[in-house]
Structure formats: C-alpha cells, structure tokens
C-alpha cells in the first residue's frame, strides 16, 4: 500500500510541478524554508545536531497550535536530560516556535513526505524516538521511522469529523501504516474509538486526555491587566473585544457586528487576530470599509497612534496576552461558510474570558461542548446571535464574573494530560537507555 502512495506522489509530483515548482521559488514564504524541506538541513542546526551528546527526542508539530502543545511536552520531558529536536511544517509554527523555546533546543522544519526526503532526514537527526503532536499522520515519515527501528508516539491525538471520514474511505492504506506507531494518546474515548476504527490496535491507543487544558490562567494571566492593555496602545479604561485566529468571511462579519456595538458601547475597541499574519491588509481594508478606525500592530511602534477603533495583530506570539485585555473573546474559524473545524477555545478561557464561536467547531467538539455545558463559553449560529450574545455580556459585569468563574472550573477540572503523557511514555520505555551516537 505504501508503494500505490508513494507512486501517486511521484505522478502528482510531475503533473503539478509546473504550477508547484514556481510557487515554491517566487513565494518567499515558501523559499524562506525550501532546501529544510527538500531535506537539507541549514548551517545551524547541523552544527547544534553536531554538537549533541546524546541521540535526541525528535517532535513534530505542524503549526502554531501544535507547538503549544509540544511546549507543554517539552517542559516534562526536559527532567529527562535528553536533548530535544522539534520540527515544524508552517513558517508560523517555526517563528513562534523560536520565539518561545530554549535556546538548547534545535528547531527545524519537515521535509516533504517523500521517501528519500524522510530517509534523509531521520539519518541526519538519528533520533532514539520520534513524538508527533495531534494527527500529522504522513506515511513515509512513520514507514522510515519503523525501517530504522526509531519509536514513533501520536500524543494529544485527535480525529475531526471531517478526517474521520476520510480516514475510513482509506481504511485499507492506514491499516497497514497506523500499527507502526508505538504509542497512539488519544485526547477523548471517542478520538480512540476512531484511530481503532481506522486501523489502529486496540492494545496500542489510550487515553491520555487534552493537554492544551494544562496551560492554566495563573501561567498567562498578568494581574496589571489595563497595564496590558496600554502595551497595545489603548487606554487600560476601554472595554476591549478581541478575535482570535480569524479566517476570510469571518472579519467581515466580526467588523460589521463590531460597528453596530459601538453605537450602544462607544468606548468599545477590538483587538483582531487573522489566523495567517500577511493577511493584516486585507482585514485593514474591511475596517476602513465599515468606517472603522484601525491600526496595524506591525506598523504600531514606529507610528502609534492617538485613537483607533480597531487593533489588527499582524504579529506572531501574541494573541494569548491580547486575550487578557478582553471582556469577551471570539475564536476564530467557526463562523465561516468556507473555513470549518474552529481553533482551541480553550486560549481565552484560560484566561478568565468569556468565550464565543460560532456553529463550526468540530476539530475542538469535546472541548467547545464542555465550555457550553459548563457555561464559561456560547456558541452562535450566525452574525445576529454574534451581536447579541456579546450586548449582553458587556451589559452584564455579573454575566462577565459568572463565564470567568465556571472557566477556570473547567480548565482546573480537566488538567493533568502532559503528565500522564510523558509518564505513560516512560512506563512503555519509549525513550530508551541514554546511549551515545
């Protein structure tokens, strides 16, 4: 089954590569990591490899999100004194990643899942076990980690119901490539009955829980919260909206609610967050659109400016401290007639804010179910329901305080995932003996 795919990569390679091949060298987002993709590792990082004592522990978490995750991972593992390797796949998910990681730790990016890329790679890195964050599921990386007799673990693993049904058209490929995986820590019962499903065994999927709920408010949240707010160039006395993680579709809806709030809220100002940074223009453009006053927070130091409406955070690493200047936060990628599956409500919460998204939120089921049930978030069906459920909270100083409250409940109730993950780990062995390359 392996060979099929592989052969399919290899035709769609050729037909696509008068299309591929330009975006790849004219895009300088995708230049900036190109020869790390092909499986050439830069002048740093084989220098830093060169210099490791010992075989290192390699993660792989694609994008922004998943190196959240991996940050929690790494911060057990560090106790073990192995050295760490985290590759990514998003240029986001590397400056993000960069930003926030001890030095010691190398970063690079993933090749391309072709065999000889991967091949290439594992050699060089010559990890002693492999971590793959969420569901980075790509065949030749876990096929040539299972050649070299390196253990792979799927950690915080989670299966949406979109992947869900592709997964089971495939059935028949995953069965051959999901029994490589040594450990599969799924996030819920209902993750694990569907890597079962799919073909994992049944003996090597367990339920380790979601470890985003282990980032606790008491880590992020800063006390001095108008103070914070002033570092984003408003008054600490404005009443503050921010949108997380925002998608095409989404902004204009959330601008044009925005407009109308401030006929009743005129102190009201919004802090929004696209999902992909270099799309801070176009959200520009929607603002100015609505009559919207706006700066962009690239441009910010070097002009700041007396009075805007609207902050557009076109920086990376940020949004988890524009969420608590919030009265009430937004996520993103669920009120999108495109863009389905949500991103992790849990971010705002965990800081103590009360959390809305709309009706698309089935990457984070579970997690978004259990914030409504509690009553520490409301999910909205469209853009009236938007505009009412964020009147009625900052009408309401009770509502605000009751929504916090039954947040930090939840999050308090669910922690605990990162370490029953590692520990779950080392009781298998999967880190092995400290031997040297």
Known sequence: ????????????????????????????????????????????????????????????????????????????????????????????????????????????????????????????????????????????????????????????????????????????????????????????????????????????????????????????????????????????????????????????VLLRTFASLKQEHPDVAMIIAPRHVERGPNVAQLAADNGLSYVLRSEQAASPPADFDVLILDTIGELAQAYQTAAVAFVGKSLSDKFHGGHNPIEPAACGVPTIFGPNMQNFRHIAATLVSSGAAIQVANSEQLLTAISEILKSPQTREQMARAATNVIKANRGATERTVAMLERDGFFGKDTSQ
């Not at 050649?147 to 949406?160: E, Q, T, W, Y």
């Not at 209902?190 to 499903?197: A, G, L, M």
């Open 1 to 252: 089954m392996i060979f099929i795919y592989n052969l399919f990569l290899h035709i769609a390679l050729v037909l696509l590569s008068p299309i591929v091949v330009p975006i790849l060298l004219w895009s300088p987002r995708h230049r900036a990591n190109l020869w790390e993709r092909l499986g050439v590792i830069g002048r740093r990082a084989t220098a830093a490899l060169a210099n490791l004592s010992q075989r290192p522990i390699l993660i792989h978490a694609v994008s922004v999100g998943e190196v959240g995750v991996a940050l929690k991972i790494i911060q057990q593992l560090k106790r073990l004194g192995l050295p760490i390797v985290l590759s990514t796949i998003t240029t986001t998910g590397q400056a993000f990643a960069r930003q926030r990681l001890p030095t010691d730790i190398i970063t690079l990016y993933l090749p391309f899942d072709l065999p000889v890329l991967m091949r290439r790679f594992l050699r060089r890195i010559n990890p002693r076990s492999a971590i793959i964050v969420e569901t980075e599921l790509w065949p030749n990386f876990i096929n040539e980690a299972s050649k070299c007799g390196i253990p792979v673990a799927l950690v915080n693993g989670r299966i949406s119901d979109r992947s869900f049904g592709r997964y089971r058209r495939t059935r028949p490929f995953w069965r051959r490539i999901l029994p490589k995986l040594t450990a599969i820590l799924a996030q819920s019962e209902q993750d694990k009955k569907r890597f079962v499903r799919i073909g994992a065994g049944e003996s090597s999927v367990q339920v380790a829980g979601t470890v985003k709920f282990d980032i606790s408010p008491q880590e992020h949240t800063t006390p001095d919260r108008r103070g914070l707010a002033r570092s984003f160039g408003l008054d600490g006395s404005r009443t503050v909206i921010v949108a997380g993680s925002t998608h095409p579709g989404e902004e204009a």
